[in-house]
């Protein structure tokens, strides 16, 4: 349960002083539910109200602040028009426009003939200056002057008063907590405690107080990741911890497939094999992420380890995120497996009636040692007679719990994850942090260079003749049009009208396919391109995952321009699999901005998808980089993995420095850091260390 020391903290936003239900909502848009969001809702910009300028030199359209006299009051003569006060300086006159005016408040505020400060937007109404409700009204002889003032992010309907209001609600909420911390780091840092931070961040004195590398911020960013880190550890500690079992296998069925093998394992496949069997043969459970790029070589060594566990008596399952590459894997497993006289068996959730009554009944007595699927494997009615190994393939598109569903699905059951494409090393710690990892760096032997060049669309035509003479040579094509969630419509009219273009010059031999298609058509599309008559196949990204037709040697991407980084490459990497030379032609609308430049560029130096992660992650900043929401990647509040790696890498070594000192957080550092956690709602992992 959450310490008792932070209930004012996630208390609602309506517990706030002057924050009732109606701005309560406007600052929940804004912020967060909670009073701790407000906290993390750091300024965005500063208004320097420092500087008063004479009312001739201002600036309308800015926000101003200005040193005047009050001359008049101009009570308006209904309650439709507002009420206006005249006010000068040396220089000029402004007026200052009030609406909803109620009691004397105006009167008592701006008495005529005193001096005033006035700040707030300055605004031109035909050819006179005026300033409607200003910001501040204060009085100079009092010594009042104006400040430096944080500027928030805000959404419609909310006063930056307002948003800093409930700041300073907030901030009074926040009491000291207990230092979670380890003391002699900070004072190497030379940082606050967390709430001094916060007093400085929401006070900025300068822009200097807004940079992502002040101390002040670091320190929170360091607090958020290390509260992340220490969530992964725990969870892992956890993992480890539920009894796993010893693999050994005889290696009989392994020798019989590498013998068979038309290739040498690389060094790097052995030595990833070496470290999986030895994670296996230990008591406890393996989560081992396979790291590797496309074409790298990992099915294979998924699929001696899943062999270890056949031999061994057991059981294993291989998940895919579509059922295109369930199928794929399967067709895969079995030439694999020939020389053993096993087979693997698929399940998906197209499988419906008898077929799958017998694969079910087939997993339950063990009769079936290898089964391949996708989502369908989690569901409640599929049950193994012993599952000992899930291989989880492209990772990224499964999330952190279905790797513990699909685990509780045996007893003590190996985990290994496998990546679609390189992950760069921050993101690995911050999704993956709970993972030991292998890496297939090198490419098998013999894999051709692709050669890839940058084309304008003006040069559509050449390209499409091109397309036709190498077509008419045999080659296999794809031509990918760009898909963007947003506008899959216009996207979706973009992909058919090219189709619908190039069948005119190519026919039947023009294939089409994109993610509207039912599976089913899907897969005969794919089937037709890779065995059939279609030797041109015009598609959106569904082609980007895993999919492999080793005889395909040219790829065309349309609107490259419009495509991340990983994306080009995770597409690229559908050519150049087979022992033909490939092409990969990136065409572009012109003109290129900056980062697209950049990214294309890069597309054509290296092949190498370890370099192009960290490229990628360079150019367009953390959030994106693994796409979407369905990444699973933790979105910061405070840390931005992009500028603050360095402190993620600490915040990894220093939770598993925890983890071994201190695995049930006891000590007094501990307990603190069991507050951090809640304090970054890590909720789920502190119930972890109650349970275990
Ligand atoms: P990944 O899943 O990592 O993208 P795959 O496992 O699909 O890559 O392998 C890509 C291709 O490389 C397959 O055709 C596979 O048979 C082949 N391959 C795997 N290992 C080697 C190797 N050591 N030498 C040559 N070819 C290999
Ligand atoms: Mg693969």
Sequence with gaps: MRPEILYPLFAPVTSLKGIGSRLAKLVERAAGNHVVDILWHLPVGLIDRTLTPTISEATPGEIVTLNVRVDAHLPANSPRLPYRVRCSDDTGVITLVFFHVKGDWLARALPVGADRLLSGKLELFGNALQMSHPDHIGDPTAGEALAIEPVYALTAGLSLKVMRKAIEAALIRARPLPEWQDAAFLERRRWTDWRSALDVLHNPKGAVDLDPMHPARLRL?????????????????QTRRAKGRPIIGHHNLQEKVTA??????TAAQQQAISEIAADMAAPTKMLRLLQGDVGSGKTVVALLAMLATVEAGSQAALMAPTEILARQHVETLNRLLAPTGLTATLLTGRDKGKARTTTLAGLADGSIPLVVGTHALFQDDIVFKDLALAVIDEQHRF???????????????????????????????????????????????????????????????????AVGR??????????????????????????????FHLSTLFGARAGLLHGRMKPSERDQIMEAFAHGDTDLLVATTVVEVGVDVPAATIMVIEHAERFGLSQLHQLRGRIGRGDKLSTCLLLYASPLGDTAKQRLKIMRETEDGFRIAEEDLRLRGAGDVLGTKQSGLPRYRLADVSLHQELLDIAHDDARLIMTRDPTLASERGKALRVLLYLFERDAAVRFLHSG
């Excluded at 569903?405 to 690995?428: H, N």
């Design 399 to 465: 999330g952190v719990e279905q790797r513990v569903q699909l685990a509780s699905k045996g007893r003590g059951v190996d985990v290994l994850v496998m990546t679609a494409t390189p992950i760069p090393r921050s993101l690995m710690l911050t999704s993956y942090g709970d993972l030991d990892a292998s890496f297939l760096r090198e490419k098998p032997i013999g894999r051709k260079p692709i050669t890839t060049s940058l084309v304008s669309l003006e040069r559509l035509e050449e390209v499409v003749g």
């Design 260 to 265: 068979a093998l038309p290739f040498k394992l």
């Design 221 to 237: 960013a360091y607090d958020e990741l290390l509260a992340d880190q220490l969530a992964l550890a725990l969870v892992r500690e």
């Design 470 to 499: 190498a077509i008419a040579q045999g080659a296999k094509i794809y031509w990918i049009c760009p898909l963007i969630e947003e506008s899959e419509t216009v996207d979706l009219a973009a992909v058919t009208d090219r189709h």
